[in-house]
């Protein structure tokens, strides 16, 4: 690994995940030029970690949902250049996290595992050479309610699931999102935590999830596949879900596995426009 960073890690350290988080960090200080910014220190001198941070990409590693990491970034200012969340990785690896502070075999080998991921992905192609290019032009039906406005896509390839999240197929490869509904729903968005590069996802299990101060929204995915691109724009900026959710604010890009079967579990416009609208009249506020 030849890449170095500013690493923000988690300071939950009366925790398993926050064990691990400071254990990347200090793998990742000892065998590059990395180097770690303490959360407990940026907050009452932060004029030395605020020039390490323009200076290297900013690894943030959050050890789970309360993303103390990412929330001081976003209270710097800083640009977030990679995210791990500790409790994400566990959990898409079957790892089941102790109470105990100690790191054991499984964690050793968990944090060897996330050290290996984050050398792989530096040597990953540009994963926007295969990116999916959406309709010139979409055409969208509109609902209204009161003073909130809901616009669905209308063109041929787009899919829907009942949990709000799209789905835009070309081929075999499929580019997924979440409605107008959820951007409403939500309000103000403030953190996305991406699914990994690579992961198998199947018909209805999370890729990722989105956090505003009303809540945090798991995306259930639409189809199975395998992730192959994640919308990074929104690690910096995931307000642009609240600004357009079905073009620049797209969640992840997949390889499709079996969309045969998977379609007949899903809607298209058609099917998904009326559940919008019960939905909107029955529980949008």
Known sequence: MSKSYAV??????????????????????????????????????????????????????????????????????????????????????????????????????????????????????????????????????????????FRVPKNSGFYFNENDVWVYVVGNKARVGVTDYVQQSLSDIMFFTPPALGAEIEQFEEVGNIESGKAVFEIISPISGTITAINERLLEAPELINQNPYEDGWIAEMELSDFASDKELILDFEGYFPVLKRKVDEFHV
């Open 8 to 149: 923000l890690p988690c300071n939950g350290l009366d925790k398993c995940a926050g064990g691990i988080s400071r254990e990347v960090a200090l793998v990742l200080s000892e065998s590059t030029d990395s180097e770690i910014i303490c959360p407990v220190f940026y907050r009452v001198a932060d004029v030395r970690y605020n020039k390490l941070a323009q200076e290297k990409p900013l690894l943030v590693i959050d050890g789970c949902a309360t993303r103390c990491a990412s929330k001081l970034a976003a209270e710097k200012n800083l640009k977030i250049a990679e995210k791990i969340n500790i409790t994400e990785e566990a959990k898409s690896r079957g790892v089941a996290l102790t109470q105990s502070l100690r790191l054991g075999e499984n964690e050793m080998v968990m944090v060897k595992e996330i050290i290996n991921k984050i050398a792989k992905e530096q040597g990953s192609p540009d994963q926007e050479s295969d990116s999916i290019s959406l309709p010139e032009s979409l055409a969208y039906e509109v609902y209204k309610k009161d003073k909130f406005i």
